[in-house]
């Protein structure tokens, strides 16, 4: 290829999404992206029951079979390097992003336990993607606990620990399966397991620690706290703890073993694991404070990097270093985006109808309001800021006028409320959002854009790369290769950003002010405790898939 120099030195980004894996190839001296392949699991997202005849899973499971993770580097790194062009000798440095908290159990020498054969079977042994959500009554222990407590770190929290993070799914683990819980040695983050498998030494790095971990001010929670918990979860950070690494520096080198799954040479250096959004930020030149990346896709996690620490009602958190070495880090997120309008268009729409395209073009020809519809985006729960993934979503205003554009239309607006719901709890606490970026498969929809730019009422640039979290894991797999001294002069030379792509319409933001008002009033009210009929319905349902589980219903015997 003419873009590959015998004297260039290039590193590999692989990004562990939800549904895949992707390598991309990038020359370390400007960030050009040279090529990319990408890797279906082969198990996807297990929700309903364990693969070959395994037992059936109860509601709001997600889980993932960690063998499907070392198929990208088998075949997505080979398949990039082979679309480069580039010979593997050039390739100094590999960084990984992963979904989180994608967590799993394992044996003090990494192997899975969901490989251990006497354990395949058992639910709990598998990889909990982020979207499991079946331990909320673990998080509503462990925060009603840490308010009753006092403990100084829930309010980094935003007050509330998720039902996706570290601490509610170990405890899950341990309330049904204490067996799995005490087989298992460690309890790692897929980050940071994946970089293990690769270099063959363990490492923790302090994204995950402190978004997902509970990890602040160089501790964990006190082991008193976790007693009081369960007596038998006072050994939970010994599971978790491990040498911990800023992001951007080695981990370890190449392995032998990963070095024939991938073709890349062994001693290649490895940096620490990363989470997808957050090593986006380095990608979209996204690391100075007020510019908050919104990297949208299934979900969308909210990054932004902050001057000084400050307890922000409902995110996911503050880190220090969490998103780059000298800056407090914030999170906060909405566990619906893509998903939201994915369910649509394969269960809602009409044929005819059925693509986001050309709901999109109808959509895009209406004027702001003219469907009536305001929508609650909680189809997956909500993140953020009520954190409570019991919640469902709501559509209010439908009449038999309504057509199915028009409601395509209100939920990409209900994602757009969400996320200035978040803008403005971050403005209230101190922590101010000049400025967004968009980065994620969902930048595509210049009608999604523009409702962001006027909803929000701020300008939006888009990352200029399709493969952000990638892009990102290359830039710090080059400074893990020594290739630049700081995540932030790599950032400068090889990141990229299309700024202000799209801007505010005055008369826009004056009609969304008026609908913003109508979502959060519903906001407020089913998800603050004025009406918990989504928590009911819940229950109800949960109930009713318990029964069938249970066994098939009596039969009914007519008399007469």
Not at 130 to 156: M, S, T, V, Y
Not at 375 to 386: F, Y
Not at 407 to 417: D, G, I, S
Not at 528 to 540: C, S
Request: proline share 6%; hydrophobic share 45%.
């Amino acid at each position: 290829m003419s873009d590959v120099d015998a004297a260039d030195r290039y590193v590999i980004g692989v990004d562990f999404g939800t549904l895949s894996g992707r390598a991309l190839v990038v020359r370390v001296r400007d960030g050009a992206e040279l090529g990319t392949a990408v890797h279906e699991y082969r198990h996807g997202v297990i929700e309903s029951a364990l693969p070959d005849g395994g037992p059936p899973l109860p509601p709001d499971w997600a889980l993932q079979d960690p063998d499907d993770y070392r198929d990208v580097l088998r075949h997505a790194v080979p398949a990039a390097l082979t679309a480069a062009g580039v010979d593997p000798s050039r390739v100094i440095g590999l960084g990984i992003d992963f979904t989180a908290c994608t967590v799993l159990p394992t044996l003090a020498d990494g192997t899975p336990l969901c490989e251990v054969p006497e354990l395949r079977r058992r639910p709990h042994a598998w990889v909990k993607l982020w979207k499991h959500h079946a331990a909320q009554p673990h998080a509503d222990r462990i925060n009603a606990l840490a308010h009753e407590r006092g403990e100084p770190w829930i309010g980094r929290y935003g007050g509330k620990i998720s039902a996706e993070w570290q601490f509610a799914k170990g405890l899950q683990i341990l309330d049904e399966d204490p067996e799995v819980y005490r087989r298992a040695d460690r309890f790692i983050e897929a980050a940071d397991w994946i970089v293990w498998e690769l270099c063959g030494v363990e490492t923790r790095n302090v994204c995950t620690a402190g978004y997902k971990g509970i990890r602040q001010d160089g501790r964990y929670p006190s082991a008193d706290y976790l007693g009081a918990l369960d007596p038998d979860f006072v050994d939970f950070v010994a599971k978790l703890d491990g040498p911990l690494l800023p992001l951007g520096a080695r981990a370890g080198t190449l392995g032998a073993r990963a070095a024939v799954w991938t073709g890349l040479p062994e001693g290649v250096a490895v940096a620490a694991g990363n989470v997808d959004a957050h090593v986006t930020a380095a990608a979209a030149q996204a690391l100075h404070p007020g510019r908050l990346v919104a990297i949208m896709g299934t979900s969308t996690c909210h990054v932004l990097n902050g001057a000084r620490p400050a307890e922000v009602p409902g995110m996911c958190g503050v880190v220090d270093g969490g998103i780059s070495p000298g800056a407090w880090g914030y999170e906060a997120g909405q566990s619906g985006v893509g998903d939201i309008f994915g369910w649509f268009v394969r269960h809602a729409a009409p044929a005819g109808l059925d693509s986001h395209e050309r709901l999109t073009e109808l959509a895009a020809a209406q004027p702001i309001g003219a469907h009536g519809l305001v929508a609650l985006d909680w189809w997956n729960g909500n993140r953020s800021l009520l954190v409570n993934h019991d919640l469902s979503g709501l559509i209010i205003g439908l009449t038999l006028a309504t057509r199915p554009a028009d409601v395509y239309r209100a939920l990409l607006e209900a994602t757009a409320y969400g996320t200035r719901m978040i803008i403005e709890a971050f403005a209230e606490a101190g922590v101010p959002v000049e400025d967004l970026v968009a980065a994620g498969g969902l930048t595509s929809n210049p009608l999604l854009m523009q409702i962001y730019a006027d909803v929000t009422n701020r300008p939006l640039g888009v990352i200029g790369s399709a493969q952000g979290p990638a892009l990102g894991s290359a830039i710090h797999a080059a400074v893990a290769a020594g290739a630049y001294p700081t995540i932030h002069e790599a950032s400068a030379a090889m990141g990229r950003v299309d700024e202000g792509v799209y801007r505010p319409v005055p008369e826009n933001v004056r009609a969304y002010d008026a609908l913003y008002a109508e979502y959060r009033a519903l906001h407020d009210h089913f998800g603050r405790g004025a009406n918990d009929v989504m928590l009911r319905l819940r229950a109800i349902r949960n109930a009713a898939a318990d029964s069938v589980a249970a066994g098939p219903a009596p039969t009914l015997e007519v008399v007469g």
